[in-house]
Each structure stands twice: as structure tokens, then as C-alpha cells.
């Protein structure tokens, strides 16, 4: 490596920071569609919570009722 050049270092820098630019729009568009995906998973999980509780709160409620 010693005996490269200016233009040769130059060169292989620009393909370097090209090689590392696409890289980068993979990884982003990768993170995108991982981000959507959580973001339909915590979806879910608010819904099967908010199912659980209200089904809960119903289930407490009837008990309480049968009894008065």
C-alpha cells in the first residue's frame, strides 16, 4: 500500500464511499420494513391487551352481579 498514489487512494475511496452509500439505502429500506412490522405487532398487542382487561372487568362484573 505504500506505493499507491494520491489518484490511486482517491480511487479506491470513491468506491469505497460508494460501495458504503448503497449499503446504507439497503439497511434503511430494511429497517422501513422492520418498523412497520412492529409497529403492527405493538397494534396487536394493545388490542389483545385491551381485549384481555375489558374481557376481565366483564368476567369480575358478572361474579359481583350473580351475587347481589
Same mark, same amino acid.
Given at each position: 500500500?505504500?506505493? +499507491?498514489?494520491?489518484?490511486?487512494?482517491?480511487?479506491?475511496?470513491?468506491?469505497?464511499?460508494?460501495?458504503?452509500?448503497?449499503?446504507?439505502? !439497503?439497511?434503511?429500506?430494511?429497517?422501513?420494513?422492520?418498523?412497520?412490522? +412492529?409497529?403492527?405487532?405493538?397494534?396487536?398487542?394493545m388490542t389483545? =391487551? =385491551?381485549?384481555?382487561?375489558? =374481557?376481565g372487568a366483564?368476567?369480575?362484573? !358478572?361474579?359481583?352481579?350473580?351475587?347481589?
Amino acid at each position: 500500500m505504500a506505493d +499507491l498514489d494520491i489518484k490511486d487512494l482517491d480511487k479506491r475511496l470513491a468506491v469505497h464511499e460508494k460501495e458504503c452509500a448503497e449499503r446504507w439505502k !439497503t439497511i434503511f429500506s430494511r429497517m422501513e420494513v422492520q418498523e412497520k412490522a +412492529l409497529g403492527r405487532i405493538e397494534t396487536l398487542i394493545m388490542t389483545v =391487551g =385491551g381485549t384481555i382487561i375489558v =374481557g376481565g372487568a366483564s368476567v369480575i362484573f !358478572t361474579i359481583l352481579m350473580m351475587h347481589n
